[in-house]
């Protein structure tokens, strides 16, 4: 009788025991992932430069008003940015890169800027405490001169909207990319992407 209490015992403690790997070892609980630390990664703008032009100290961002035109104001994206596979894009906290900041790819001359979900353009070069360049491609040459112009007949405090310049000899005037715009208002800027800082509460 004790034997077979004794037998009963072990096979229970067998029966407990985790169970073997195919490859031998012994299973291990998974660690559980923590929560997200973006949101106390170093954050920063885009801003434009240098402090001689019109829009110096303004900030990138988008209009949702014209199907995400890339814009400078007041108030722009103070983020985490990535800068992977020649692009820029946003990254939200603890989140995907999303938006992607795009060249009008069919514009010849004043190549607009705009935000996509996707990916199109690649020839960015882009870091921290560095001009946004964009670098050659079979259209144009390497460039990091920007324009930004106001829409006609709008408000001192709506955003600047932002193209990319490249060589021509097309006048603002007859620009196709510019039609709706003041061209009377355009300034010749960089963007420089600012070192990062730590976000603060309030």
């Not at 195919?22 to 929560?35: K, L, N, Y």
């Not at 209009?63 to 400078?72: E, F, H, P, Q, V």
């Not at 079979?138 to 829409?151: D, E, G, L, P, V």
Request: aromatic share 10%.
């Amino acid at each position: 009788m004790y034997a077979l209490s004794v037998l009963a015992s072990l096979l229970a403690v067998v029966s407990a025991s985790p169970a073997p790997m195919p490859d031998g070892t012994i299973g291990v609980p998974q660690p559980t992932i923590g929560p997200c630390t973006d949101s106390i990664k170093p954050h920063a703008h885009i801003v434009a430069t240098p402090d001689t032009t019109l829009v110096a100290g303004l900030q990138l961002t988008y209009d949702t008003a014209t199907s995400g035109r890339a814009t400078l104001t007041t108030s722009g994206y103070y983020t985490l940015w990535d800068f992977s596979n020649g692009g820029v894009a946003v990254k939200p906290d603890c989140g995907s890169p999303a938006p992607w900041l795009n060249i009008d790819p069919v514009a010849t001359e004043y190549r607009p800027l705009y935000w996509n979900k996707t990916q199109i353009t690649t020839n960015w070069s882009a870091s921290y405490g560095n001009d946004l360049v964009a670098k050659e491609t079979k259209q144009y040459n390497t460039t990091s001169t920007f324009i930004a112009c106001k829409r006609t007949s709008v408000v001192k405090s709506a955003p600047w909207y932002l193209f990319l310049l490249t060589p021509t000899t097309v006048p603002l005037t007859s620009a196709p990319s510019l039609r709706g715009f003041d061209t009377t208002t355009c300034v010749k800027t960089r963007l420089t992407v600012e070192l990062p800082t730590y976000p603060t509460t309030p």
